[in-house]
């Protein structure tokens, strides 16, 4: 596509319910990453994919977190029993190679009640 | 350990010229981006820098020596709809990952 596309783009859950946030890149980028901005705050870093491998998980903040890429495409952030803060902005981003430009999607704004 | 610096808040007048600055330590070394991001809104792309020196891109124009582990943005003729956070981020290497760390964002106010 003709950038990066996150769905869906605001996501209400209750408090111990899963959920699966999406993430398409721009057609043909191998490196995508996934963030977390919490209100007024920066952006944390969740986890980094080449291809459909993630060579660095270090920033998912617990097991409840998993994400997977298929397809060297479309990857999924996946939230089991959401906790109230989990409620962020969650944003991805994808860039071509590790020597380019990455760019964002719009993100996902998760609110936990 | 990977960190990355840059000031809170900055404040310019409209038509000005303000310089934001950013320094880094990283993990290796493989790019720095500048964001802009207007509040509630996602980051915009507005520069990348791998090698020393200037790149400019009409108003915007960013900075990069690699040796002093030093960036910086620079905005010309502010106009008010440039007030939005700046967001410096580094693209370090660590074993395999060229994951990109992100500063705490510099907001910027332009008065009239």
């Known amino acids: 596509g003709a950038g990066v596309s996150q769905s869906p783009s605001n996501k209400v859950t209750e408090k111990g319910k899963d959920v699966e946030l999406r993430c398409d890149p721009i057609s043909g980028h191998t490196a995508l990453y996934w963030y977390r901005q919490s209100l007024g705050q920066g952006l944390e870093f969740l986890i980094y994919f080449q291809g459909n491998s993630a060579p660095d998980k270090s920033g998912l903040p617990s097991d409840r977190f998993s994400a997977e890429r298929t397809g060297g495409s479309v990857s999924t952030l996946t939230i089991q029993r959401t906790q109230q803060e989990d409620s962020a902005v969650y944003l991805c981003a994808s860039s071509l190679g590790n020597a380019n430009e990455a760019f964002f999607g719009q993100g996902t704004r998760l609110t936990v009640v | 350990g990977q960190n990355i610096d840059q000031p809170t808040e900055m404040t310019a007048t409209e038509g000005a010229i303000v310089q934001i600055n950013c320094t880094y330590q990283?993990?290796?070394?493989?790019?720095l981006f500048w964001y802009q991001q207007h509040a509630g809104e996602a980051p915009t792309f507005l520069s990348y820098?791998?090698?020393?020196g200037l790149e400019e891109k009409g108003r915007f124009s960013s900075f990069l020596s690699r040796s002093k582990g030093y960036s910086y943005l620079l905005l010309k003729e502010l106009q008010m709809k440039d007030s939005a956070s700046y967001l410096c981020a580094v693209r370090g290497l660590e074993g395999s990952s060229y994951k990109l760390i992100f500063g705490s964002g510099t907001r910027l106010l332009v008065r009239p």
């Open positions: 990283t993990s290796g070394f493989n790019g």
């Open positions: 820098n791998v090698l020393d």
